[in-house]
């Protein structure tokens, strides 16, 4: 189910955005607008859908308008024109009132710089939305105190915010986003200010967390590989606009035009392509057939080896050309044939993690899902072709069929 | 330059004429507010034996400061005591006390103002450099005019001249909350009076706490101007002493001003560290 929608979003920063507008709607870039008429497109007609329970990244370049966009979710910055919709409701006719309950109840932020309140403690400062509610003193303390337990932080409770670390001070951010549990939670280059390494243990823990709540998380992001790493879907956004939306294998395979694919160019393929993406159809047989049709299926296809499963597809193990033309002569069954030591892997592993499997063993690598039925095959030229950016093209493409 | 002269003093005192015909109730209703605070701490300071007053504050001191201070504090009292001034230093000091009060009270709010709306800091800021550099004394003059001779015409120039640092360190203060706080807490749904109390004025409160400290010094340093039109105090004695030529007079009489000067400072500094330090817990 949907949970945000929005169709035709814009911003205009400046004087008139009336005439602004009606000159986007014309086809003027956001250039001539602003050499023309000074003001600035920030967002230019938006529109997505995001699904509840997702992460919907929107990536983008500084200036882009990212940060805008998000800031347009809960009206910390008022849209221009186009319209907004949260479970169907309309958020840009929402009274002052009804907006601030709309901040209070369903959606939660998580900032960039942090944005803690210095002259709070850190469970003061996680109360902060429930405080402004109105709610019990005693409640807003437990329910804070569980947000500050779910991001790991109990403990701390009483410390002021600049005696924890950076990645500890974002913590706190997170469970003040958190502690109203919203339905919503916007998170604007939330791990942008932290180093590499705590920064990527925040996305684990994101993740985690993710995988336990099931919030929709709007992540905003100028990291390519922040996006692809936690993205369900990913909005890429350029000049206000969006270019592209799709899920990150789609940005990466499938890119929208020359911008997408300069932008995704750089990225490390091996750590975001999966043996799904690479695998190709495995050439089997049944355990019921013989050494001769075993054969014969070989010369058929061109192909010096067979998958052997049973009627459900089960590997069971591979019979080689050589193996079955010698049971020929020897008069012996396929099953007594089979070599067992095929390396397997699950659909869903990383290309990195497939080099050291590959480079270890000279039969191909059988790709099985978690009942052990048997999806494919992935060959090393596969691979190269898939990291030389060119897999989809040729080979790869049935992995969806499964 | 034959042109004819800007009769612009004649209108000021049209202006005044006017404004003290159409405007006495309410001038008198400002001097009984006035005369009443004044006479009230005037009270309330002057009536015990100075001794106990002295234990007072010291006390105080060591309460908000450290040994230091309160030893300051002693001596201090008991120098101005020992030289024959208390009765006059308790006096300037509910003058002081007086215009600091009100100039706390009108000053804040107002700085709030002007840290909401660029408009009214618009208004308010030639209005404070007028009031800061315009000669106290001309405005004494009005002063006499509308509350007649006495505490209150000097309490009223006090506070204008002493009032503009508390407007002004309200605004900066509370200008200077950084936007990502305050967008925050407009994130999580705050009213604005949840973001003035909540946020704002916490965060702003050194830098109000430093405006406040300078009312205090500047209405203090108002005091000998402000015993020409009749306040009572050691500011009078200072300007006895003066049109007298009698040099030790003045000297100790001055001494007892800044002793009180040095006293107020450390207490509004002290103050305002430890309220620093107490926030948030």
């Known amino acids: 189910m949907s949970i945000i929608e929005a169709k035709q979003l814009t911003k205009i920063f400046g004087s008139e955005p009336k005439k602004a507008l009606s000159l986007l709607q014309q086809g003027w870039t956001k250039d001539k607008i602003l050499a023309e008429t000074k003001m600035t497109v920030g967002v230019n007609q938006a529109s997505f859908t995001i699904e509840e329970g997702q992460i919907f990244v929107i990536m983008g370049l500084s200036g882009s308008g990212k940060s805008t966009l998000v800031r347009l979710l809960n009206r910390l910055i008022e849209p221009s024109s186009g319209q907004l919709l949260f479970k169907g409701q309309d958020i840009m006719n929402m009274s002052v009132e009804q907006l601030r309950q709309f901040r209070r109840k369903n959606v939660g932020m998580v900032f960039q710089k942090f944005a803690l309140f210095p002259h709070r403690t850190v469970l003061r400062n996680v109360e902060y939305g429930l405080e402004v509610q109105g709610m019990e003193k005693s409640k807003r303390k437990e329910m804070a105190m569980q947000a500050l337990e779910l991001v790991g932080l109990k403990g701390w409770e009483n410390s002021l915010p600049d005696q924890l670390s950076g990645g500890m001070q974002q913590r706190v951010g997170l469970a003040r986003g958190l ?103 495995a050439e089997t047989i049944t355990i019921d057939k013989g050494p001769r049709v075993a054969l014969q299926f070989m010369r058929e296809r061109g192909v010096s080896s067979l998958y052997v499963v049973d009627k ?68 090393k030229g596969a691979v190269l072709a898939a990291l030389a950016g060119n897999s989809l093209a040729d080979g790869g493409g049935n992995h969806e069929s499964s | 330059m034959n042109l004819p002269k800007i009769p612009l003093g004649s209108w000021i005192e049209a202006l005044e004429k006017w404004l003290d015909q159409n405007f006495e109730p309410l001038f008198d209703f400002i001097t009984l507010i006035i005369r009443g605070i004044v006479d009230g701490l005037e009270t309330v300071l002057r009536y015990p034996p100075s001794l106990i007053i002295i234990i007072v504050f010291t006390a105080l001191a060591w309460l908000i400061g450290r040994w230091g201070l309160a030893a300051f504090t002693a001596i201090g009292l008991l120098l101005i005591e020992n030289l024959g001034y208390w009765d006059q230093t308790m006096q300037t000091l509910a003058l002081v006390l007086t215009a600091a009060i009100i100039s706390i009270l009108i000053g804040v709010p107002l700085g709030i103002l002007c840290a909401r709306s660029n408009r009214m800091q618009r208004i308010i800021t030639p209005l404070l450099d007028f009031m800061q550099t315009m000669p106290a004394f001309v405005y004494l003059l009005p002063s006499i005019t509308f509350f007649s001779l006495g505490v209150v015409p000097g309490v009223i120039s006090s506070i204008i001249f002493a009032i503009p640092p508390t407007i002004r360190l309200t605004n900066l203060g509370i200008r200077q909350v950084p936007a990502e706080l305050v967008e925050a807490a407009d994130a999580f749904g705050s009213t604005p009076s949840q973001k003035l109390f909540k946020l704002q004025l916490p965060i702003a409160m050194p830098t109000i706490m430093a405006g406040i400290n300078q009312t205090i010094m500047l209405s203090l340093s108002m005091v000998v101007i402000a015993s020409m039109v009749g306040a009572q105090g050691v500011g009078a004695t200072v300007y006895r002493a003066v049109t007298q030529v009698k040099t030790g007079i003045g000297f100790e009489a001055g001494i007892a001003i800044v002793i009180l000067a040095i006293i107020l400072d450390r207490f509004t500094q002290r103050a305002m560290r430890n309220g620093k330090a107490a926030e948030g817990r």
């Open chain 1, 179 to 281: 502690a109203n549990n919203p339905d919503v939670l916007l998170m604007d280059e939330a791990f942008s200010a932290l180093d590499p390494l705590i920064r990527k243990d925040m996305q684990d823990e994101l993740l985690e967390l993710q995988s336990k709540m099931k919030k929709t998380i709007v992540f905003i992001t100028h990291d390519l590989d922040e996006a692809l790493r936690i993205g369900d879907q990913i909005a890429l956004m350029k000049d206000g606009s969006i270019v592209q939306i799709g899920t990150p294998e789609e940005i990466l395979m499938q890119p929208a035009n020359k911008y997408v694919e300069r932008f995704v160019e750089d990225v490390d393929l091996s750590k975001v392509l999966t043996a799904a993406h690479v695998m190709e159809k």
């Open chain 1, 312 to 379: 459900s597809m089960q590997l069971l193990g591979l019979v080689s050309a050589e193996d079955a033309s010698n049971a020929i002569k020897e008069g012996q069954k396929l099953e007594e044939l089979i070599q067992q030591d095929v390396p397997e892997i699950a659909p869903d592993t990383v290309l990195n993690e497939l080099f050291e499997l590959m480079g270890n063993s000279r039969l191909p690598v059988a790709v099985v899902d978690s009942n052990r039925r048997l999806k494919g095959v992935v060959i």
